[in-house]
């Protein structure tokens, strides 16, 4: 009997310690999935309820489309700068589509006119008279461009700061030029092309908040022209002639004031 009870006493306490040990790993088990939880589901939807409050404010207080039109001066450096003489304004215009509160992509035109004047003969024109220049050259500057905005945050800043909506932009241009000889009749207009780019920054003064802005734009250009290393306009050593220019290099820069239109 005492035999029976020992043996029954051993097994009840195998059998509770068995059940003890598997109830432990359950619990272990249970508390390892609910600490800490899945960190890269947390993650994802923590990037994608900021995202939805970055649009839903974008939508509320961005702007989506701006039509701008503007004047200013455009002006040339170098020996394309020393011959030519500005005739301002240049015009400009174009449309803007805005990504987000920094990032915008455009299209856009511009035109200036500018002058210089052949009063001596030189390599390309009246050699045969290196006292009768050519006379007066008009250039007429069409370019076409597709440009890149962004706008700098300026939420930590002053009001006055933040309120300007400063930019810094690039554009990729292409640059058609035609010379047209005014005193001279028999000669025919030149004309040609060639690719540059731009790159510079602007401030918009809200008139309107959201409706409409003014602007100012500061660029500088570099292009490649058709006539860029002309040897034409070179003066007539030979003929003891001093007047001319080696060629005709030099980059350019532009100053615009704009009226922006928004939506």
């Given at each position: ?65 701006t039509f701008q039109i503007g004047i200013g001066v455009t002006s040339f450096t170098g020996n394309r700068g020393a011959a030519y003489e500005d005739q301002p304004p240049s015009f400009t215009m174009g449309l803007n589509y805005f990504l987000d509160f920094s990032s915008s992509f455009g299209l856009g035109v511009a035109f200036s006119k500018h002058h210089f004047f052949l009063e ?144």
């Amino acid at each position: 009997m005492t035999k029976m009870l020992s043996h029954f006493l051993l097994f009840a306490l195998l059998t509770s310690g068995h059940a003890f040990a598997v109830g432990l790993d359950i619990d272990m088990d249970d508390d390892d999935l609910n600490i800490g939880g899945d960190i890269f589901s947390d993650f994802n939807e923590d990037i994608e309820n900021s995202k939805v409050l970055e649009d839903e404010r974008f939508y509320k207080h961005g702007r989506f489309f701006t039509f701008q039109i503007g004047i200013g001066v455009t002006s040339f450096t170098g020996n394309r700068g020393a011959a030519y003489e500005d005739q301002p304004p240049s015009f400009t215009m174009g449309l803007n589509y805005f990504l987000d509160f920094s990032s915008s992509f455009g299209l856009g035109v511009a035109f200036s006119k500018h002058h210089f004047f052949l009063e001596k003969g030189v390599k390309g024109y009246q050699e045969d008279d290196p006292s009768n220049g050519a006379g007066m050259v008009e250039v007429s500057m069409l370019r076409a461009f597709f440009n890149y905005r962004y706008y700098i945050d300026t939420v930590n800043l002053g009001t006055a700061v933040t309120y300007s909506n400063p930019y810094l932009t690039g554009r990729f241009e292409y640059w058609y030029m035609t010379n047209t000889f005014i005193d001279q009749e028999d000669f025919a207009d030149e004309s040609g092309g060639g690719v540059g780019f731009g790159i510079g920054g602007g401030l918009e003064f809200p008139i309107v908040i959201k409706e409409s802005y003014i602007g100012i734009e500061v660029l500088w250009h570099t292009v490649n022209l058709p006539d860029k290393y002309t040897q034409d306009y070179q003066p007539l050593a030979d003929k003891g002639q001093s007047f001319g220019y080696e060629d005709f290099t030099g980059d350019a820069y532009t100053v615009t004031i704009t009226y922006v239109m928004s939506w």
